[in-house]
């Protein structure tokens, strides 16, 4: 069949639930119900055969913090095709014009959770962050009580949570600049409650969390926390171990160098689920642009980009970087060569350049790998989010 008869384009209200009902079948298990109601079908986009709908996906407009700057993002959710649609093109006709349409949008990047990291590889995206979900008894989180408070807070009452939440994620790279639909979702639920609490030190909020625990089993399960300094930190390990008495596990999502489980008194912590997330520069020159970057640092760097599907990005460009901002300009300098699949790990500080040419994904002198690896240093990326 050709490409040519399938088409590609957003949904109106009375498609919805023809397309989701497709995205939960394709998904099966991992679909989660009620997800694509609440981001809502004005975000998602189908690929039709005539008028029969054959697939479609969601795109949410987010955000990311790189280098202490948010940069906006595509978030790619709830990707699936019916099975009369795959081995002939529909998968491939959503994905091109999605990233085709984010270019249009000015969306400099996009994020997404892959279910086959191999079939995302052939558009571009490639592996470029965490995500960790821990997990220990919270008889090992005994810690010495400090002066700090824990006191309940009101779910209402967000902003507090806000303004901490987006304190450590501008130290971060690749924490997600939520919004509503994600912040919704973590701060309210229909089912069991959700306990939230405020870290203070004296008259300041240094951290918070929300939790749950489990009706079937003696277990908390975090939602949502953030510990600003390593005092924080330790106030929330004693936390957790005064539930002792009641409660034998916990587990929550964390950075890859989690200060809740580096200030444990023994490494008892597992990992009990770890996966990457995969990003694609959708425009170089914004993708660019719009991070931050070490403030101590001044340096140049070429780039001879090579693109196939958004060709647009294609050429040699030169990046200057001075002050914790960087400048792309077009050039004629010869300079490092790679794909989209090979900035996407640089870009978020995931892999240094030398580790990507390891994969095969970029070439250069050690002198320029060692210069992109610098502009491009910071913390290991994360997302304790799931979209």
């Known amino acids: 069949m050709s490409y040519s008869k399938l088409t590609y384009g957003p949904i109106t209200k009375k498609e919805a639930e023809s397309l989701w009902e497709t995205i939960y079948q394709s998904l099966h298990r991992h679909a989660q119900p009620g997800w694509n109601e609440h981001v809502g079908y004005e975000q998602f986009r189908a690929v039709r055969l005539k008028n029969k709908i054959l697939g479609g996906m969601g795109i949410?407009?987010?955000?990311?913090?790189?280098?202490?700057?948010?940069?906006?993002?595509?978030?790619?959710?709830?990707?699936?095709?019916?099975?009369?649609?795959?081995?002939?093109?529909?998968?491939?006709?959503?994905?091109?014009?999605?990233?085709?349409?984010?270019?249009?949008?000015?969306?400099?990047?996009?994020?997404?959770?892959?279910?086959?990291?191999?079939?995302?590889?052939?558009?571009?995206?490639?592996?470029?962050?965490?995500?960790?979900?821990?997990?220990?008894?919270?008889?090992?989180?005994?810690?010495?009580?400090?002066?700090?408070?824990?006191?309940?807070?009101?779910?209402?009452e967000r902003e507090e949570t806000y303004l901490l939440y987006n304190e450590r994620a501008k130290l971060s790279n690749g924490n997600l600049d939520r919004g509503s639909v994600l912040w919704d979702l973590i701060l309210e639920t229909q089912g069991r409650k959700i306990f939230h609490y405020i870290v203070m030190d004296g008259e300041k909020a240094v951290g918070y969390v929300n939790f749950q625990q489990a009706r079937s089993a003696d277990h908390i399960r975090v939602r949502d926390m953030v510990?600003?300094?390593?005092?924080?930190?330790?106030?929330?390990?004693?936390?957790?171990?005064?539930?002792?008495?009641?409660?034998?596990?916990?587990?929550?999502?964390?950075?890859?160098?989690?200060?809740?489980?580096?200030?444990?008194?023994?490494?008892?912590?597992?990992?009990?689920?770890?996966?990457?997330?995969?990003?694609?520069?959708?425009?170089?020159?914004?993708?660019?642009?719009?991070?931050?970057?070490?403030?101590?640092?001044?340096?140049?760097?070429?780039?001879?980009?090579?693109?196939?599907?958004?060709?647009?990005?294609?050429?040699?460009?030169?990046?200057?970087?001075?002050?914790?901002?960087?400048?792309?300009?077009k050039s004629n300098l010869p300079g490092l060569t790679l794909g989209p699949r090979g900035l996407a790990p640089l870009y978020t500080s995931y892999l240094s350049a030398f580790d990507i040419k390891n994969m095969g994904l970029i070439e250069g002198s050690s002198d320029e790998l060692a210069r992109a690896s610098l502009i491009f240093s910071g913390p290991k990326p994360w997302i304790g989010d799931q979209f």
């Not at 510990?227 to 539930?243: I, K, P, Q, T």
């Not at 990992?271 to 914004?286: P, T």
Request: hydrophobic residues 35%.
């Open 60 to 156: 949410i407009d987010l955000g990311q913090w790189f280098g202490g700057n948010i940069v906006r993002s595509g978030a790619v959710t709830s990707v699936g095709v019916a099975p009369e649609g795959r081995g002939i093109g529909a998968a491939s006709v959503l994905l091109k014009n999605s990233l085709a349409e984010m270019y249009e949008l000015a969306i400099p990047i996009s994020t997404l959770f892959p279910s086959s990291t191999r079939v995302y590889r052939s558009f571009g995206y490639e592996r470029a962050g965490t995500k960790f979900t821990y997990e220990t008894t919270v008889k090992e989180m005994k810690a010495p009580l400090n002066e700090l408070e824990v006191i309940e807070s009101n779910p209402s």
């Open 227 to 329: 510990a600003l300094n390593s005092e924080c930190a330790e106030r929330l390990l004693r936390f957790f171990y005064d539930h002792r008495t009641v409660i034998d596990t916990i587990s929550w999502n964390g950075p890859p160098n989690d200060p809740m489980r580096l200030l444990m008194e023994e490494q008892e912590v597992k990992i009990a689920y770890s996966r990457d997330w995969m990003l694609r520069i959708i425009d170089i020159k914004k993708a660019i642009e719009s991070r931050g970057y070490p403030k101590d640092i001044q340096s140049t760097l070429t780039l001879n980009y090579e693109d196939p599907i958004l060709p647009q990005n294609s050429g040699t460009w030169t990046i200057e970087v001075s002050e914790g901002k960087g400048t792309v300009s």
